[in-house]
């Protein structure tokens, strides 16, 4: 049961990246150049960053890159290959926690700190939603409404809440 609450708690993060990388690639490069007081930077350095950062997750719980090798720190990549990569993570940590990891496990991370696994997946998933919330900031500040990405809008996309009867 844990571990079936656990994977909704993911994929969830991943429904909403993609949800909120789809939408952003409609936008123009003036538009995802926008950034607002408060937030990472502009939008698209912050769909990069948040990206990069579940590269940096996965490897430590795996040891392994992601398929399409590492984003280079500086360069900004296409949205469609964000969204790629998105979809990438969502899967390749599904696949490692249904490897099992002991959640205890310390790993060390690049900056010399030691976490154990649980919190590394606890940081996955709150680092996704925290810069989601970024963009919905950048985005509202411009005039412009973004998707809902809470856990109710994944709920009825998913069919795990019904909506009451009009």
Do not use: K
Not at 145 to 161: H, I, K, M, Q, S
């Amino acid at each position: 049961m844990t571990d079936e609450l656990l994977l909704r708690a993911v994929r969830h993060n991943t429904w909403a990246n993609v949800e909120l990388l789809a939408f952003c690639s409609r936008l123009t490069a003036e538009q995802l150049a926008w950034t607002s007081a408060g937030v990472y930077g502009t939008i698209h350095a912050t769909l990069q960053h948040t990206v990069a950062a579940e590269h940096g997750y996965l490897h430590a719980l795996t040891g392994e890159l992601p398929p399409a090798g590492p984003l280079t720190p500086g360069t900004l990549v296409p949205i469609a290959e964000l969204l790629e990569r998105a979809r990438s993570n969502g899967e390749r940590l599904e696949a490692a926690l249904a490897a099992g990891p002991e959640p205890g496990r310390r790993i060390r991370r690049p900056s010399g700190a030691v976490a154990e696994v649980a919190i590394i997946v606890a940081q996955y998933l709150h680092h996704g939603s925290d810069h989601r919330a970024h963009v919905g900031t950048i985005l509202g500040a411009n005039g412009v409404e973004g998707p809902n990405l809470d856990v109710w809008a994944y709920g009825r996309t998913t069919g795990a809440v019904i909506p009451p009867p009009a």
